[in-house]
């Protein structure tokens, strides 16, 4: 049986202040944790419904503060913000450690002749397209057409630097070499990002006032959520690809790593997991996920309706930019 809540709790208002980056890192280590990545979809079930009953001021006898905030990190990990809808479990951020760590690990370890890259690369680009899909900001639908040009995009831009790159720099330094697969990534990512999420910029997304009303669709809001989207990605591949690699480089160099070659593979990626278990999140909390624009910067006809309906009340607007 529920009960109606007495107290003042509000289970929708942000644990940390999400207007510093220290409280966006706490916010994003707990929906993150890969341990998450593991939760049963039926207690993410019972999570979501605590959520809504709380919002509606409804929760079961006895449930403590506590409980209900690890269902909102539960909730939060595993449902679209937008949509409320469960998200797929390659899609979530909660699997990005793992994920991203089999892959990053597989792309750096092997580099060396084409078809292991093109292999390598196809498999990651498709891993993204995936990711991607699931974080996109869902107000804004994209059709099965848009998604397949978006993946055959993404995964050509990949395979034609990573191969490029790869014959271009045989003669190179071996560390030069090991280099490619970000430089393909992070190609890539500037690439799959915008044209996974065409609509956003085509139709513009829904922008609201502080209190989450909505004020109308805006293309310049979508091309700045895109656009830290990506720099986002970017930075969470960044140090596991470009310092690893001079990492393995003296390693490789040590007797028993000649001798025991089968070791390489398994150390990068354990390694390759030990950067992202902190990148991942650090990378998501760079940007305030509720992201603002000043009504300056808006589109001239977009401002003017909103001029002409509140005045100067809205000094600023805000969307949700996507992960």
């Known amino acids: 049986t529920l009960w109606k809540m007495t107290s003042a709790f509000d289970i929708d208002a942000p644990r940390w202040d999400q207007g510093t980056f220290l409280g966006r890192l706490r916010h994003f280590l707990a929906i993150t944790d890969p341990r998450l990545a593991l939760v049963p979809d039926a207690e993410l079930e ?5 959520v809504q009953g709380c919002r509606a ?3 079961p006898p006895g449930s403590s503060q506590e ?5 909102k990190t539960l909730y939060d990990s595993a449902f679209h913000p937008d949509s409320g809808e469960r998200m797929n479990l390659l899609g979530r951020m909660s699997f990005q450690v793992p994920g991203g760590m089999a892959l990053t690990g597989c792309m750096l370890q092997f580099y060396r002749t084409v078809p292991a890259v093109v292999f390598w690369q196809w498999v990651n680009q498709s891993f993204n397209a995936i990711v991607n899909y699931t974080n996109r900001n869902a107000a804004s639908p994209i059709s099965l057409t848009q998604i397949a040009v978006a993946y055959v995009t993404a995964t050509g831009t990949a395979l ?9 720099t045989k003669r190179a330094p071996p560390l030069v070499a090991r280099w490619v697969p970000f430089v393909a990534v992070a190609a890539a990512n500037c690439v799959n990002i915008p044209i996974m999420r065409q609509q956003e910029i085509i139709h513009g997304i829904l922008v609201t006032d502080g209190d989450g009303n909505e004020l109308g669709r805006s293309r310049r809001a979508a091309a700045k959520g ?28 040590l007797p028993f790593m000649k001798r025991i070659r089968a070791l390489h593979a398994p150390l990068q990626m354990l390694l390759c997991g ?5 990148m991942v999140p650090a990378a998501c909390a760079l940007f305030p996920q509720r992201c603002s624009l000043a009504l300056a910067d808006l589109e001239p006809e977009l401002r003017a309706c909103i001029a002409a309906k509140r005045g100067d009340q809205v000094p600023c607007v805000y969307f949700n930019k996507g992960l």
């Open 67 to 71: 409980q209900l905030r690890y269902a």
């Open 160 to 168: 034609a630097t990573a191969v490029g790159l790869n014959l271009y």
């Open 226 to 253: 895109i656009t830290q989207v990506v720099v986002s990605r970017i930075t969470m591949a960044a140090p596991g690809m470009i310092i690893l690699p001079i990492i393995m480089e003296r390693l490789e160099r």
């Open 57 to 59: 001021g409804l929760v």
């Open 46 to 50: 019972r999570a979501r419904a605590l």
């Open 274 to 278: 030990g950067f992202l278990l902190f």
